[in-house]
C-alpha cells in the first residue's frame, strides 16, 4: 500500500469516527419510504406546533410537555413525547412531518409531508372558539388545497396529482365537537339535537370534507374515530366519579359518533373510485388499553401524570412541578391527552393491529404495499 493510500485511508477513518452517523448510512442500505409523504388534519391529538403561532390558551410549548420527546423540548405536541402519526411516520420511512405554520413554505420543506392540524379544531367551526385562535377543519383543507398548488407548480400537473394519490392523509377530528361544543351547549345546541342527530351532523359534515378531499386527488386516508371521552380525567372529576368510573351517558356519543363513522367510511369505499379509506376506532383500541392495562404495564389508569385536583383532571398541566416522574406508568398525561406509550399502542394497531384490531377494512400496513385483507 502506498503513502497517498495509506493517507487516504486515515483521512476517511477519521471522517467516520467523527462522524458515526455516516457510517451507519454506509453500513445500512438506504430503504425507500413506504409512501412519499404524510399529511396529518386533526386537532390536538395531532397538533405538531401549530398553535404555537396563534393567540389560545391552547398551547402546549412549555414544559412538561414534550419532557420525554426525541428532542426533551415542547415542541407544541399535546402530549409528554410523541404523538400517533409521530409512530407512523417512522413505519412508513418517513422524518416527523413539519406542522403547517412551523415551516418557511418551501415545497423542500413540505416534500415529506404536512401536518396542518389544530388544537381546539372540530368539525364544527365554532367549536374550540372559547379557547382563542384555532385552524378548523375547513381552514385546514383550504391550506392542503394552497400546499397542492405550491407542488403543481413546482413539479408540474401530473408529478403533483401522483404525489398526492400515492400520500397518506390521517384525519383526526371531532372530539372538540363534544368537549368544547355539545357538551358546553354552545348556542344552546343541546336542545336543538338530541346526542344521535349531533352525531349525524357530524359524521356527514366529516364525510362531505372527505369528498373534498378526493376530489383534490386525496386517495389513501386513515380516518380516526373518537376516544372514549368519558374516562377522560376532566370529565370524570367534573361529573364526581367515584373509583375511576368514566361517565358512561359521554362514552355513549362517542360509541355512537364511531359507529356512524364507520358506516359512511364504507360507503364511501364503495362510492369513489380508486378511494382506498380505513376507519380507526380508536374507542375500541384505547378500551383495550383501560380494561387489560396491567397487560400493557400502566399502574395508574383514571388520573392524569400533571394536573391538579381530583384524577388530576380539574386544572390543566401548567408547570413541572405539577407532573408525575413516570409518564410511562400513566395512561393520561393530563385532563384529555394520553401519554406517549399509549399513543404508541395506538399507532402500533393502526399500523399493524399489533395488539388488538381496530382498523377496518385493513390496515395502514396493508394499504401502503396494497395488500387488503
Known amino acids: 500500500m502506498d503513502s497517498k493510500t495509506i493517507t487516504t485511508s486515515i483521512i476517511l477513518s477519521l ?3 467523527c462522524n458515526p452517523s455516516i457510517a451507519q448510512q454506509q453500513q445500512q442500505p438506504v430503504t425507500p419510504p413506504l409512501a412519499p409523504a404524510l399529511f396529518v388534519i386533526g386537532d390536538s391529538s395531532v397538533d405538531s406546533g401549530t398553535n404555537n403561532f396563534l393567540g389560545t390558551f391552547a398551547r402546549a410549548d412549555r414544559l412538561p410537555y414534550g419532557r420525554d420527546f426525541d428532542t426533551h423540548q415542547p415542541t407544541g405536541r399535546f402530549s409528554n413525547g410523541r404523538i400517533p402519526v409521530d409512530f407512523l411516520a417512522l413505519r412508513l420511512g418517513l422524518p416527523f412531518v413539519p406542522s403547517y405554520l412551523g415551516q418557511t413554505g418551501n415545497v423542500e420543506d413540505m416534500i415529506h409531508g404536512v401536518n396542518y392540524a389544530s388544537a381546539g379544531a372540530g368539525i364544527i367551526a365554532l367549536s374550540g372558539s372559547e379557547l382563542g385562535q384555532h385552524i378548523s377543519l375547513t381552514q385546514q383543507i383550504q391550506q392542503f388545497t394552497d400546499t397542492y398548488q405550491q407542488f403543481i407548480l413546482s413539479m408540474g400537473e401530473d408529478a403533483a396529482t401522483t404525489f398526492i394519490s400515492n400520500s397518506i392523509f390521517y384525519i383526526s377530528i371531532g372530539i372538540n365537537d363534544y368537549i368544547h361544543y355539545y357538551l358546553l351547549n354552545v348556542s344552546n345546541v343541546n336542545n336543538v339535537y338530541l346526542p344521535w342527530h349531533f352525531n349525524q351532523l357530524l359524521a356527514f359534515s366529516l364525510r362531505r370534507e372527505i369528498k373534498n378531499l378526493y376530489n383534490l386527488n386525496v386517495r389513501k386516508m386513515v380516518v380516526m374515530g373518537l376516544a372514549p371521552i368519558g374516562c377522560a380525567p376532566r370529565y370524570m372529576w367534573e361529573y364526581g366519579t367515584e373509583n375511576g368510573d368514566c361517565v358512561e351517558p359521554i362514552n355513549d356519543m362517542s360509541i355512537e359518533f364511531n359507529f356512524l363513522m364507520r358506516y359512511v367510511v364504507e360507503k364511501l ?32 389508569t383514571s388520573e392524569a401524570c400533571c394536573g391538579f385536583g381530583k384524577y388530576k383532571g380539574w386544572f390543566m398541566c401548567l408547570s413541572p412541578e405539577m407532573a408525575c416522574s413516570n409518564a410511562s406508568n400513566y395512561i393520561w398525561w393530563d385532563q384529555f391527552h394520553p401519554t406517549d406509550t399509549v399513543n404508541g399502542i395506538l399507532a402500533a394497531n393502526i399500523w399493524n393491529g399489533e395488539h388488538t384490531k381496530m382498523c377496518y377494512p385493513m390496515h395502514l400496513q396493508d394499504m401502503v404495499i396494497q395488500k387488503a385483507k
Open 269 to 300: 369505499a364503495e362510492e369513489l373510485p380508486d378511494a382506498n379509506i380505513i376507519f380507526c376506532d380508536v374507542y375500541e383500541g384505547s378500551m383495550d388499553i383501560l380494561n387489560n392495562h396491567d397487560r400493557y404495564g400502566f399502574n395508574v
Open 15 to 17: 471522517i467516520l469516527l
